[in-house]
């Protein structure tokens, strides 16, 4: 419950106020931007506790100078611009037309990827041809850099977009998608790690508007059993700038004194480095390193990965110390990559760093992490279709298909009269991968805001939100409909309204019990000659009057006095009772 609310407003729809605070005087005087000319147009992302990074629509100068995308962090000190992110032509660069539209997010390595829309002349004189086009930079730590030319040229795949949005997909892709009017369609292109490739195009005539993206957060799902990776054998590669022999390091031998080598020093480049080109991207959870072990010679070096081959990450820094013979490196964490890059930085006894056999262990990446796509589908009059309709795909091992009838007509929104009709939506995804989409209905006042999570199999309402006046509580006309979910898969709505003559910001989310109950577990568990056990337990303590106890069995079995090895898959793999508020019970039949 929290701030949120009191246990008697369990399951009610409450307005988040007083309890706001601005970050470093984002919230008064000039705000972050802290500019003379107009600011608009935020988003915002979140990197683990402290890092906020924002964007937003920066005014030019003069009232015919274009407008640029601006961006800055909020480092837990202090809101700072990163390289010339927040002065100049800011992100999005020079240009003779505006720059609009700004989408940030940031990525499992922790750096940050922008994308806006901006128009484009080409061609050569008389025969000009305008365009606007979906642009995308990422933060590599240093410097903005794009993909394949999306900083400076745009995804060519755009023509005429319009209200683009974009994710960071479970392998750290950017996703894009767009409207693009002339087509009646919306289009969605991903960057594969070496181009831009289309994965959709979806509506239909007359036109499908307002597209909005969601990634399933936590989704990266890998295929198959941990292998070595870096064979050559699977396909693949080792390549070496400055240095000599590098099909030596995966080729699978690492009983020899042969190695390949690069040259750390005395030379134009040094120091020289191998790359390992995985052929696809994948998790990787171990590295295994052979440096030269028949004599007293010790290395360092350093590795790092890229999804790209452009964009490098540190995995392991052993630029210090003393290294020497089979380098074995569990990783806390899974690292998705396709490119793993090796820069020997020392040998202590010659110029050459010298790598007998290295070995990456993990588990190739499914074809494609799932994805959502909302969009307000305009009507056919000609097929009987009368009003606009809220439709949602999922995209999934490169199928995009719809969820409970969510792609077809009348959508998940199912509008049969002007008050209900969507003009504009919002689509998250719940930690289990539930998608929930909120929109704004009518354009009049007192129009409404509503909410409906897919269950598995329909569409439903969350706490009435999908009945009139849905989340929007405190009148007037909603505009600008945004959604997210917590951690507990509960919906957060936020949207604009003008109530008596002001237009303000609204937040709402249902007021709920997020707390486990405390709970000591089992006290005894006692078998019989009649094949029961009796379970007993002290009872939990909660803020909840109803308390829930499922009780599980495991399908395998320990003999008396063995020490039971359980695994939470098989344990929790059956469900044989749910009581409520009693402490014991009895499994029979075993």
């Known amino acids: 419950i929290g701030a949120s609310g009191s246990l008697d407003e369990i399951g009610r729809w409450k307005r988040l106020e007083d309890n706001w605070f601005e970050v470093d005087g984002s919230g008064s005087d000039a705000g972050i931007s802290e500019t003379l000319e107009?600011?608009?147009?935020?988003?915002?992302?979140?990197?683990?506790?402290?890092d906020i990074y924002a964007a937003w629509v920066e005014d030019g100068a003069l009232p015919t100078s274009p407008s640029r995308i601006f961006v800055k962090q909020y480092n837990g000190v202090n809101w700072v611009g990163l390289g010339s992110s927040a002065a100049g032509n800011g992100v999005s660069g020079l240009s003779d037309y505006d720059a609009t539209d700004p989408v940030i997010h940031t990525g499992?390595?922790?750096?940050?990827?922008?994308s806006w829309l901006r128009g484009v002349l080409s061609g050569t004189y008389p025969n000009y041809t305008f365009s606007y086009r979906v642009f995308v930079a990422k933060w590599n730590g240093a410097a903005w850099v794009g993909f394949g030319g999306s900083e400076s040229n745009g995804i060519a795949g755009s023509s005429f977009a319009a209200r683009p949005d974009m994710v960071i997909d479970a392998l750290g892709m950017p996703v894009v998608a767009w409207e693009e009017p002339t087509l009646a369609k919306i289009y969605v292109y991903r960057w594969n790690g070496t181009s831009w490739q289309q994965i959709g195009s979806l509506g239909n005539s007359p036109s499908a508007v307002y597209?909005?993206?969601?990634?399933?957060?936590?989704?990266?799902?890998?295929?198959?059993?941990?292998?070595?990776?870096?064979?050559?054998?699977?396909?693949?590669?080792v390549t070496c700038s400055n240095g000599r022999y590098p099909y030596r390091l995966n080729d699978g031998i690492t009983a020899t004194t042969e190695s390949g080598y690069t040259y750390w020093r005395n030379a134009a480049t040094a120091p020289g480095s191998f790359i390992l080109d995985l052929t696809g991207i994948c998790s990787i959870s171990e590295l295994r390193i052979y440096l030269p072990a028949n004599d007293a010679r010790t290395g360092q070096y350093l590795v790092e990965s890229s999804t790209d081959g452009s964009v490098w990450t540190t995995v392991v820094d052993r630029r210090s110390g003393a290294w020497s013979g089979l380098q074995d490196i569990v990783l806390g964490s899974p690292v998705v990559a396709r490119y793993v890059r090796l820069t020997g930085t020392f040998n202590s006894v010659s110029d050459w760093f010298q790598v007998v056999e290295w070995e990456v262990y993990g588990s190739p990446f499914a074809a494609q992490a799932p994805l959502?796509?909302?969009?307000?589908?305009?009507?056919?009059?000609?097929?009987?279709?009368?009003?606009?309709?809220?439709?949602?795909?999922?995209?999934?091992?490169?199928?995009?298909?719809?969820?409970?009838?969510?792609?077809?007509?009348?959508?998940?929104?199912?509008?049969?009269?002007?008050?209900?009709?969507?003009?504009?939506?919002?689509?998250?995804?719940?930690?289990?991968?539930r998608a929930?989409?909120?929109?704004?209905?009518?354009?009049?006042e007192q129009n409404a805001v509503y909410l409906k999570r897919f269950?598995?199999?329909?569409?439903?309402?969350?706490?009435?939100?999908?009945?009139?006046?849905?989340?929007?509580?405190?009148?007037g006309v909603a505009m600008n409909v945004d959604v997210a979910s917590d951690d507990f898969g509960l919906p957060i709505v936020a949207y604009d309204a003008e109530v008596s003559g002001l237009n303000e910001v609204f937040v709402y989310r249902v007021v709920s019990d997020d707390?486990?109950?405390?709970?000591?577990?089992?006290?005894?568990?006692?078998?019989?000659?009649?094949?029961?056990?009796?379970?007993?337990?002290?009872?939990?303590?909660?803020?909840?009057?109803t308390i829930y106890y499922r009780?599980?069995?495991?399908?395998?079995?320990?003999?008396?006095?063995?020490?039971?090895?359980?695994?939470?898959?098989?344990?929790?793999?059956?469900?044989?009772?749910?009581v409520t508020n009693i402490t014991s019970y009895t499994v029979t039949g075993l």
Not at 414 to 423: D, I, K, L, Q
Not at 460 to 467: A, E, F, K, T
Not at 556 to 577: E, H, I, K, L, R
Request: charged letters at 10%.
């Open 38 to 50: 107009d600011s608009s147009d935020p988003s915002v992302a979140v990197f683990g506790s402290n």
């Open 108 to 114: 499992q390595d922790g750096l940050h990827v922008v």
């Open 211 to 237: 597209p909005r993206l969601v990634a399933v957060p936590g989704n990266a799902q890998s295929s198959g059993p941990t292998t070595n990776l870096a064979l050559a054998s699977r396909g693949s590669v």
């Open 372 to 433: 959502y796509l909302s969009w307000v589908q305009q009507p056919n009059p000609s097929a009987g279709q009368l009003y606009p309709q809220v439709f949602v795909a999922q995209y999934s091992n490169s199928t995009w298909q719809g969820l409970g009838g969510s792609m077809t007509y009348p959508g998940l929104t199912a509008a049969t009269n002007a008050e209900t009709t969507p003009y504009q939506s919002a689509i998250t995804v719940t930690p289990e991968g």
């Open 436 to 444: 929930m989409v909120a929109w704004k209905a009518n354009t009049n």
């Open 455 to 475: 269950n598995g199999t329909s569409w439903q309402g969350v706490s009435d939100s999908h009945l009139y006046p849905g989340v929007s509580l405190n009148g």
């Open 515 to 545: 707390a486990a109950p405390a709970f000591e577990g089992l006290k005894t568990a006692i078998g019989s000659t009649n094949q029961n056990v009796a379970l007993a337990w002290t009872a939990a303590s909660d803020t909840s009057t």
């Open 551 to 578: 009780v599980y069995r495991s399908s395998t079995s320990v003999a008396c006095g063995d020490a039971p090895n359980c695994s939470a898959s098989d344990v929790f793999g059956s469900q044989v009772a749910v």
